[in-house]
C-alpha cells in the first residue's frame, strides 16, 4: 500500500486538542508551524522575532504553565541553516512542548532566555560554542567546554573530523618529545613485527595446569600490580589536589612536591565543610541585549540580508568579548 505526500504531511500535523491548540489559544497574532515528531511530542517552529515572546509567554499563562526548560540545543542542516530547538515541559499541567526556530549558518543571534529558566545559562554556552549561535544579553558568556582562545564550532557540519593540529593548553614541544609521532609503517612490516612479538611472547599454560606453586606465584604477581596501580592512583590525586597539570603536562620548575593523601575522615570532612560555605554571586550585572537589525527577504534584498547578518555576528562577538573582559575586572 502506498501513501501520496499530501497523507504523510497530513499524517504528522497534530490532532485536535494537542498543546499546538493550547499555544495557538494564547498567542493567537503569532504564526506557528506545528508537526508531531518521531518522539510523539508536538514540535512548533516559529520565527526568529517571534522566539523570545513565546518562549515567555508560554512560561507564564496559566494555560500553558511551561515552567521547566529540560533541554536545549541546535541542529546544523548546512544549506537550510542552523535550527534551535527548545524541549519545554509543565510540571503543573504535566505536558510538553518543543519550540524551534530556524537561523542562517551566518549571524545566527537571538536574545538569551537564561532570565527566564537558570537551566539556560549552561546550556546556551555550550550551544554558542558548539553550533556559533550568539546569545545576546546572557549574564556570563564565557566558554563551557573549550578554551577561552578557540574560535571554532565543532558540532557544525563545516567542521572537519580531524584532530585538531595544536594542542591547546599544551606545551606542544614538551607533549612532542614525550610522545613522539609514530613513522608510518607498511602492512608487511606490521604483519613480521606482531609475527616477532608473537614468538617472543612466553608460553603461558592454562590455569589448569599449573603447580600449586605456580598458581601461588601468579597470584602473588596479580597483588602486586594492583598494590601499584592503587598507589600510583593515589598519588595522582594528591597531585591534581595540589593544583598540578593533568598527566603528560610539564611540572613547573621550583614547585613542592605534591602532599601526600589525607586520610579517609578528612576526605569526608572536606565535601561537607565546602557545603557549609557560604555561595556569593558579586559577578556584575549583564548589560541589556541591544536592538538587532532586521534580516530582510533573500529574494527582496540579498544583499541587505548578508549585511545584517554580518551585524548580528559583529555584535554578538563584541558583547560576548565585552562581558569576559568585564567578569575578568579587565
Known amino acids: 500500500m502506498t501513501t501520496s505526500s499530501d497523507d504523510a504531511t497530513t499524517a504528522l ?53 511551561m515552567n521547566l526548560l529540560r533541554n536545549l540545543t541546535a541542529v546544523d542542516w548546512v544549506e537550510q541553516g542552523l535550527e534551535l530547538v527548545y524541549h519545554f515541559y509543565s510540571i503543573e499541567h504535566r505536558h510538553a512542548a518543543t519550540i524551534k526556530c530556524r ?13 527566564l529558566y537558570a537551566t539556560a545559562d549552561w546550556a546556551e554556552r555550550e550551544c554558542r560554542e558548539m553550533f556559533g549561535i550568539e546569545f ?23 567542521h572537519p573530523l580531524a584532530p585538531i593540529e595544536v594542542e591547546q593548553g599544551v606545551d606542544v614541544e614538551f607533549f612532542t618529545k614525550q610522545f613522539p609521532p609514530e613513522e608510518p609503517v607498511s602492512p608487511q612490516e606490521k604483519a613480521a613485527d606482531a609475527d616477532d612479538a608473537a614468538a617472543a611472547r612466553p608460553e603461558r599454560k592454562p590455569d589448569a595446569e599449573l603447580t600449586e606453586e605456580e598458581r601461588e606465584a601468579k597470584r602473588a604477581e596479580q ?25 603528560g603536562g610539564p611540572r613547573a620548575e621550583g614547585a613542592p612536591p605534591p602532599p601526600r593523601p589525607e586520610p579517609a575522615a578528612a576526605t569526608a570532612a572536606a565535601p561537607a565543610a565546602a557545603a557549609a560555605a557560604p555561595v556569593s554571586d558579586d559577578r556584575p550585572p549583564a548589560p541589556p541585549p541591544p536592538e538587532l537589525p532586521t534580516i530582510p527577504d533573500a529574494e527582496e534584498d540579498p544583499e541587505g540580508r548578508a549585511a545584517a547578518q554580518a551585524e548580528r555576528v559583529r555584535i554578538g562577538r563584541e558583547l560576548a568579548a565585552a562581558r569576559r573582559a568585564q567578569l575578568r575586572g579587565e
Request: hydrophobic letters at 45%.
Open 13 to 65: 500535523q497534530p490532532p485536535p486538542g494537542s498543546i499546538a491548540d493550547v499555544y495557538r489559544l494564547v498567542m493567537p497574532l503569532i504564526p506557528f508551524e506545528a508537526v508531531v515528531t518521531k518522539g510523539g511530542d508536538v514540535a512548533l517552529t516559529v520565527a526568529a522575532e517571534f522566539l523570545y515572546e513565546v518562549i515567555a509567554r508560554a512560561r507564564d499563562d496559566e494555560r500553558l504553565g
Open 103 to 115: 537561523l542562517p549558518s551566518e549571524g545566527a543571534a537571538v536574545r538569551s532566555v537564561a532570565g
Open 136 to 158: 545576546l544579553g546572557h549574564p556570563d558568556p564565557r566558554n563551557l567546554l573549550l578554551d577561552e582562545d578557540l574560535d571554532i564550532h565543532p558540532l557544525r557540519k563545516s
Open 223 to 247: 597483588a602486586e600490580r594492583v598494590a601499584r596501580a592503587r598507589e600510583l592512583a593515589a598519588q595522582r590525586r594528591a597531585e591534581r589536589a595540589a593544583g598540578a597539570p593533568p598527566a
